[in-house]
Every structure is written in C-alpha cells, then in structure tokens.
C-alpha cells in the first residue's frame, strides 16, 4: 500500500489527509480483487419477512463487491483516477422494502428484488474556512458563500424492489435483472394478500451470493467418491474450477494397510478443460489417456457434473485391463475410486 510522508514544521496540504484515504482504498480493492476476482460477489443481503409480517421484505445486512474506477469525479482536491478498481458497498441496517399483490382475482404477480453497488458525495455541511483577511472571523463556506459541500464519499448497497406483469396464478414471472444490479430473491404475491410469508420468498437461483467462508472450506480432497460403475459427481455451484483426480488400483495418493502400490494416477486443472496430465509413478500417459474419460456437463451459475465413464486399469503383472470396480487377481489388484477437490 502506497503511504503519504510529511514532515515536521511543512505546512500541511488537505491532499495529504486525501491520498491517504485514496491508497488505502486501493490498497483494499486489490486485496479484494485478488481473492474473489472481479466479478460481482454478494455477501449476507438476506431477504426475509417483516416482524411482524406485512406487505413489506427486509433485507439484512451485507455487502457486494463492484468493478469499477478509483474516482469518477474529483476527490476533494485530487482528481479524477480512471484505473480499474474492485469495490465493495457495505450496509450494516436492515433494510425495508414495500410490495403489493395484483388487484384482480385470480392473478399472482412477482416482485424482483435486486441489489447494485452506489458511491455518492454526501453528509453535506457549511463549512469553516480560513479568513486571511481577519483571521479571527472564519468564512462561512468557500469564499464566504455559505454553501454546504460534502465531507463523505461512501459506498454502499442500492435495493429495489421491482414488479413483474400480473399474470394468471401460476404464470407470473418476475422482470428481468436491471444492468449493472444483480437479483437477489423474487417475492410472490397473489390476490388478496395482505402479509408476506416466508413461503413466498425465493432466491434468485443465480444471484452471486458468496457460498463459503474461508473457515468453511477444507483443504485437499473436499470430496471423496467411490465408483464401481460408471457414475456422476456434482461440483457444488459456485466451484467455477476443480481438480479432479482418478486413481485406479491404489495408485498414486492411494494407499493400503497391507498391500503396496499399484498403477498411477492423473489429474486435470482448469475450467472445462480435458487436457490430462500424468501424475503417477509409471509411465502410462498414453495409456491414460486412452483408457479414462472424465466429461464435464452443466452450465456455470448452476453447478457443474463430471462423468466418470467405466474406467479399465491395467494389471501389471499379467497385463489385464479390468474395468472400474472390478478385483484384479493379482496382489495389486483392488477396488479403484475417485476424488475431486475445488480450487
């Protein structure tokens, strides 16, 4: 993080107190940046009902991350910094938002609720100033105008709540997400209704609402899966990139009480890839390759699968291929499983 120095006896510049504040923004979007990327992330925002219940949703506290510049407008005396630059608008209240059901019988109408970042000037006072004039009679704003400025850039969260059209019960369908927001739930109302109850609320399935912590997540193998078919494992939503590793007959990161070792492993890394890459102890690249198929299916946003088809192995001292699950005869023999980890 860059740090302004001054030194005794220097007059002092209203600069200094600025770039200050300015580098330690920058300082924290960087770190943000560098941990959850530059995609918009919401964190807590959750949306519930009114205590007691009414025609009206809270939404919790919470945050949500934003690309964006370092200042679109001057900052106090420095000016404006197009570089890109992730930020985060933090809420610490609840905060309500009013809905109401259709006016016709028969009908339902959903409301969208959605969440965007906002940094505004604000906290407005008519400030002091230095009279060189007579200094012992301040100025009353710049040039003794008497005009309020801002003392806070802040950011924050923006709510809304939005209607969709009524339609027939059953038909309804909320409005899409506004540019530059992102939905976080959708609140169902039918005729009549005069409370919100917590039934009719449901989350946006692709709001970008943070899954995990950090003291949530575990190291190494998030997941280990036996297969004695072939057979499908779930990458939980919001993984957008995972390892994925076979072993086949105790092979490498496969181990047994008694028994030694048997043919390697491998691995794949990235987002949808197929490139393999060998990771055991014997050269069976080719022969991996050819023998073992992992295809990923599923779109981002709504989880992801990967398919194991039915993987031979080779048993090294006859030369056997036995398909996944299967005993070999021989001492290295043994039943083959997979894991995943996400990264």
């Not at 107190?17 to 919401?42: D, F, I, P, S």
């Not at 009279?131 to 008497?146: D, F, I, K, R, Y």
Request: with cysteine; proline share 8%; hydrophobic share 35%.
């Amino acid at each position: 993080m860059d740090r302004t120095i001054v030194y005794p006896g220097s007059i002092p510049l209203d600069t200094d107190l600025l770039q200050c504040n300015r580098n330690t923004m920058v300082a924290l979007g960087a770190l943000m940046k560098a941990v959850l990327g530059t995609e918009t992330v919401v964190d807590g925002l959750a949306v519930s009902p009114t205590a007691p219940n009414s025609l009206s949703v809270s939404v919790g506290p919470g945050s949500i991350t934003a690309f964006a510049v370092v200042d679109t407008m001057p900052f106090g005396s420095l000016a404006t910094d197009g570089d890109g630059l992730l930020k985060m608008g933090v809420n610490l209240e609840f905060t309500t938002l009013t809905v109401s059901p259709p006016t016709i019988a028969g009908q339902s109408v959903a409301w969208l609720i959605e969440a965007a970042f906002v940094e505004t000037d604000t906290n407005s006072v008519v400030l002091p100033y230095y009279n060189a004039s007579n200094p012992t009679q301040p100025w009353l704003g710049p040039a003794n105008a008497g005009t309020a400025q801002p003392t806070s850039r802040v950011q924050q969260v923006q709510l809304q709540a939005r209607p969709g059209v009524p339609a027939a019960t059953g038909s309804q369908v909320p409005p899409g997400v506004d540019a530059g927001w992102v939905g976080l739930a959708v609140v169902t109302l039918a005729y009549g209704q005069n409370t919100v109850d917590p039934g009719a609320i449901e989350p946006c399935a692709n709001a970008p609402v943070l899954p995990y912590r950090l003291p949530q997540l575990r190291p190494g193998f998030a997941s280990l899966l036996t297969f004695t078919t072939s057979g499908v494992f779930i990458v939980p939503n919001g993984v957008t990139r995972a390892k994925v590793t076979v072993i086949g007959g105790g092979g490498a990161g496969g181990t047994h009480a008694t028994l030694p070792g048997g043919g390697g492993g491998g691995w794949r890394s990235g987002d949808w890839s197929r490139d393999w890459t060998h990771t055991g102890r014997h050269n069976l690249r080719d022969r991996w390759r050819r023998w073992c198929r992992i295809d990923d299916t599923g779109s981002r946003g709504a989880g992801w699968n990967v398919q194991l088809r039915d993987l031979p192995v080779r048993d090294r001292r006859r030369g056997r291929r036995r398909r996944i699950g299967q005993r070999a005869d021989c001492r290295w023999g043994r039943r083959q499983w997979c894991g995943w980890r996400s990264e």
